[in-house]
């Protein structure tokens, strides 16, 4: 079953047809998003428990004590944030850029034996791209595990990247969603991003984008500005493009 897009004060999105294979149009009448900007780490590629496994053998290698509860709360943070975060109850002495590099070094390694997708990212990120929507990578990983994905897509899949050690702030700061939105000289109001953190969700609202967030690891309550699903599967282009004109109108 589909996933039906609800607004958490307004009346349920108008459900759409996909696109017929081979890229048709959307059905008369459903305006696109101008683009859509996409979170990598469990919205794109469930790439966390990568993270997470990877946190777990560094704090214990240092003699540490980790939970999930610690690791759910660097769920979206930016990873100087997060190797804080291990310094402080992690009880890793390194220094935030070493542990952020060493982390990276094992997810990028994991990411190239297996590209763990989220159901029903890349049929709706081929929808877009059949239909000629932009597409922005917008991921608090830096770029050179962003590249790591996007080199197993078709060449490109995404106009644009911005990652973390692209921005100044990292989410939930608006600049790396007002900066994608900027580098594919679209209004952010026109376009939709999908997350599935409450950090990656809260910089794409303060950024003045309307938000999709997909649930996964970590809840998402409903807040204005954005409408939450547990899945895009079924999710089409045509969509997110009511979704966007509904969170406009909504304020």
């Given at each position: 079953m589909r996933p039906e897009l609800r607004l958490s004060d307004q009346e349920a999105v108008p459900q759409q047809g996909a696109v017929p294979e081979g890229g048709a149009a959307p059905e008369e009448g459903a305006a696109l998003p101008a683009a859509v900007l996409w979170?990598?780490?469990?919205?794109?590629?469930?790439?966390?428990?990568?993270?997470?496994?990877?946190?777990?053998?560094?704090?214990?290698?240092?003699?540490?004590?980790?939970?999930?509860?610690?690791?759910?709360?660097?769920?979206?943070?930016?990873?100087?944030?997060?190797?804080?975060?291990?310094?402080?109850?992690?009880?890793?002495?390194?220094?935030?850029?070493?542990?952020?590099?060493?982390?990276?070094?094992?997810?990028?390694?994991?990411?190239?034996?297996?590209?763990p997708w989220r159901p029903g990212a890349r049929e709706l990120l081929t929808e877009l791209?059949?239909?000629?929507?932009?597409?922005?990578?917008?991921?608090?990983?830096y770029r050179r595990l962003a590249q790591t994905v996007i080199e197993t897509l078709p060449a490109g899949s995404f106009a644009t990247l911005v990652a973390g050690d692209d921005v100044t702030h990292g989410k939930p700061h608006p600049e790396p969603y007002l900066l994608a939105a900027r580098n594919l000289a679209v209004e952010?109001?026109?376009?939709?991003?999908?997350?599935?953190?409450?950090?990656?969700?809260?910089?794409?609202?303060?950024?003045?984008?309307?938000a999709l967030g997909v649930e996964h690891l970590v809840p998402l309550p409903p807040s204005a500005g954005r409408q939450v699903i547990d899945t895009l599967v079924g999710v089409t282009a045509a969509d997110l493009g009511l979704l966007a004109e509904r969170l406009r109108a909504a304020g």
């Open positions: 979170d990598m780490d469990g919205t794109l590629v469930d790439t966390e428990p990568y993270w997470i496994e990877c946190e777990f053998a560094l704090v214990e290698a240092h003699g540490g004590v980790w939970s999930h509860q610690h690791a759910q709360a660097l769920v979206g943070q930016n990873l100087l944030t997060s190797a804080r975060y291990i310094r402080r109850h992690g009880g890793v002495r390194w220094p935030a850029e070493a542990i952020v590099e060493h982390l990276l070094d094992g997810v990028v390694e994991r990411v190239r034996r297996h590209v791209n059949t239909l000629g929507v932009p597409c922005a990578l917008v991921t608090m990983s952010p109001a026109e376009c939709v991003a999908i997350e599935d953190s409450p950090p990656g969700v809260a910089s794409a609202v303060a950024a003045g984008v309307p």
